[in-house]
């Protein structure tokens, strides 16, 4: 009778401390209950702080509900191993890809719903399912678009439709949780709130387009460093026969009889004939 005693205030121990866990800051935990006639998630988002359960017929999972940032990028080095930068087509089938960055969040209180609805956590939804919308609403609006536009000024409004469509598109499911009376109950509720989506590079064609573009405007630069040299050389001679036009302006106001002569006589040489030098003074 002892030992049976001993046994289960054993087993009460064992069940009262594997069934608590802490709750850290800006995260909110689920109950979900296994076994039962009211199995299912809990309606109730339980708070900051230690939680209480039943190891044997309930599990708790916790949800970050505090601002997540997560950039979908080519490069491996960031975000993923993979390659998860986003691709999208203008009206005209030309292909783009581009890094795009999200700011998003769970709606506080709402966590109990994203579990029942996708029966995955934040980050693997940020990483399958929401990247996945991501790249539909980029897909359907571009293709309304210009390679000019969202190469443009106007790729903000790309984005500025793309947020709303992830906040109605995503933000918003119909869910089912069990309410404190143990019965169940659907409404169609909020559960993500995107703040920002925004373009981390700038939208790049194909290779084989960007190299022919890149192609032009070399060309392009060429033919300007051409025309720039071309006009600065004329300018320098225009400068010079000016300045030259000038200096023989300036010199032939200058010019007296005096100086002539002194000029001439500077110049003089004797002519020599048959040994006597001809001399010549005038």
Known sequence: MKVNFKLAILVT?????????????????????D?????????L????????????TETVHKFPVFLKSYPYTEDTRQGSEDDEAIRFSDNQG?????DVGIMCKVITGMSPHVFWYFRKDV??????????????????????????????????MLLTAVTAEMNDRVGWIDSEVVDKNGGRE???????????????????????VMASINAVIEANNKRLAQLTN??????????????????????????????IRYEQA????????GGSAIIDLK
């Open 13 to 33: 121990l064992i069940v009262l401390i594997g069934g608590c866990t802490r709750v850290p800051v800006g995260y909110e935990a689920i109950r979900v209950k």
């Open 35 to 43: 076994f039962g006639t009211y199995r299912g998630v809990s309606e």
């Open 45 to 56: 988002a339980l708070v900051t702080g230690k939680v209480w359960f039943n190891p044997v």
């Open 94 to 98: 030309l292909t783009f890809t581009s």
């Open 123 to 156: 980050d693997e939804l940020i990483d399958g399912y929401i990247r996945e919308q991501l790249q539909n609403c980029f897909v359907f609006h571009a293709s309304k678009m210009s390679a000019q536009q969202i190469l443009g000024s106007d790729r903000n």
């Open 186 to 208: 659907k409404r169609r509720v909020q559960v993500f709130e995107f703040l920002t989506i925004s373009f981390l590079s700038n939208p790049r064609p194909p290779a084989e």
């Open 230 to 259: 071309a006009r600065a050389d004329s300018q320098s001679a225009v400068i010079i026969a000016t300045g030259q036009a000038e200096a023989n302006r300036l010199l032939r106001a200058s010019l007296t009889n005096e100086i």
């Open 266 to 273: 500077k110049n003089w040489r004797p002519v020599v004939l």
